[in-house]
Each structure stands twice: as C-alpha cells, then as structure tokens.
C-alpha cells in the first residue's frame, strides 16, 4: 500500500511568486491534515480536512494560505504571494476515519525555500 | 494551551549504547502521546503512542516510552541504538477534541550515533 506522497519535494521561488503543494493521502483515509515546520521552529499544525470539508485551520497563518481537498482525495496548499517567512518544510498527513485518535500517517516533506 | 517540550536539542551516543530522549508536556485533560522519528529525506514516522492503560509503551524498532503523570514526562528510550536510529526524534501531544485531532509538536532531539 502507498503512503502519503507529497509534490514537490523541493521548491525554490522568489519572494511575490505563487507556488501550489500537493498531497495524497493513503487511499481510503478521510482525514487530511497539513503542517509545517519554519526553520529552527516547531513542527506546527495548518488545518485538518474531513473529506473534502476544513474541520479545522485555526492554523492557517494568514490569508496568502489557501488549502484545497476537492472530491475529498488529494489536497493542494497554495501560497500566494510567498513571503521569506514561509520558507520550511510543509508537512501532509493522514489517518483513517473513526473514533478518533487514529493514527496520522506523514508523507515525506515539501522543502520550500523562499529567496 | 498545551504545550511539549524537549530539553534536549541535539544528543551524541555510541553505538550499542542506551537512550533516553526526554518530552515534558504541559496538557489540561488526560493526554494521547506520540513519538515520531524522522530519518534524512524521510517524512515522520510513527514509533508509538499512549492512550490510556500500561503506562510503559512498546514501540517499532526496539523503542519504548513511559508515561508518568506525576512528572509530565513521556521519556522515550531504547537499551542499545543503532546506527540507523541516527535521526530526528518529535514528541507529541494530542490537541484535538473528540473528531478533530491535530498534534501539538515539540522542538525536536536531533540523536547522533558514533560508531
């Protein structure tokens, strides 16, 4: 079975310019979530979808951040425009609908570097 | 708000050597610990978690955690490390309610093994 995978693995862009992240969660899982981790920071928490619906982005730094889950399979996180600040490691993870607690799964990592 | 941290940012052992990596977490309501790891290009991966029961938790890879309420602690360990467990090492704690769930991270300990 496939993990979660995530498109780029790298990204270098000048600060103004747009860049779209891709996620795909394991086959089956309801639950999608973003994170990212800014240099020398914590791995911090964006938002949180349930199919397609945002059960939670309280996250979600500001307005250039958008996340999209249509047809609740893969999602995108755009940015735009991207700042210096945005530059770090942007995380996907997914779990299994259930009772909750159920295990994330992560996906290797997009390394976004802001020039 | 909860909050996890991890006193120890970067740790240097010998290989065969034991582990402890310490997590102190600071949660309001009875608390569901993770452990991850993550190894150079890799993304996270799960090594074991705590939601309730026997306060000492078997993991993937010859690692296990302790629980101990009294001292807020959740203190990963292993009796003899590898050179492959050379990696990065995240508790984390549960913040979600009963649906969502999104993970507060600590800092991250940075383990370095010398053969």
Same mark, same amino acid.
């Given at each position: ?8 693995? +790298? ?17 089956? +899982? ?6 990212? !981790?800014?240099? @020398? ?6 938002? +949180? ?19 999209? !889950? ?17 530059? @770090? ?21 997009? !390394?976004?570097?802001?020039? | 708000?909860? =909050? ?7 740790i240097t052992v010998?290989?065969? &050597?034991?582990l402890?990596l ?6 309001? &309501?009875?608390?569901?610990?993770? *452990?991850?790891?993550? =190894? ?11 939601? =309730? ?9 010859? /690692?296990?955690?302790? /629980? ?13 490390v590898? *050179?492959?467990d050379a990696a990065e090492y995240?508790?984390?704690?549960? &913040? ?6 999104? /993970?507060? /991270?600590?800092?991250?300990t940075r383990l370095s093994v010398?053969?």
């Amino acid at each position: 079975e496939a993990g979660v995978t995530q498109f780029p693995s +790298h990204s270098v862009i000048e600060k103004g310019q747009t860049v779209t992240l891709r996620c795909d969660p394991i086959s089956g +899982h309801d639950n999608l979530y973003w994170y990212r !981790r800014v240099m @020398g920071k914590e791995i911090k928490f964006l938002l +949180h979808f349930v199919k397609e619906s945002k059960q939670d982005e309280s996250g979600m730094p500001n307005n250039r951040f958008l996340a999209e !889950r249509t047809g609740g399979t893969y999602s995108t996180l755009k940015v735009q425009p991207a700042e210096l600040e945005d530059s @770090g490691v942007y995380f996907c993870a997914s779990s299994q609908e259930g009772t909750g607690w159920e295990t994330q799964y992560f996906g290797p990592g997009t !390394r976004l570097l802001v020039l | 708000a909860q =909050s996890v941290t991890q006193p120890d940012i970067h740790i240097t052992v010998s290989e065969g &050597a034991s582990l402890e990596l310490r997590c102190n977490y600071s949660y309001g &309501a009875t608390p569901y610990l993770f *452990w991850y790891v993550q =190894s150079p290009g890799q993304g996270l991966q799960l090594l074991l978690k705590y939601f =309730s029961g026997d306060t000492l938790v078997q993991g993937i890879k010859g /690692f296990e955690a302790e /629980f101990k309420r009294s001292q807020s602690s959740f203190n990963l360990r292993k009796p003899s490390v590898h *050179w492959s467990d050379a990696a990065e090492y995240f508790c984390a704690v549960d &913040a979600g309610d009963n649906y969502g769930q999104n /993970f507060v /991270f600590g800092p991250g300990t940075r383990l370095s093994v010398l053969p």
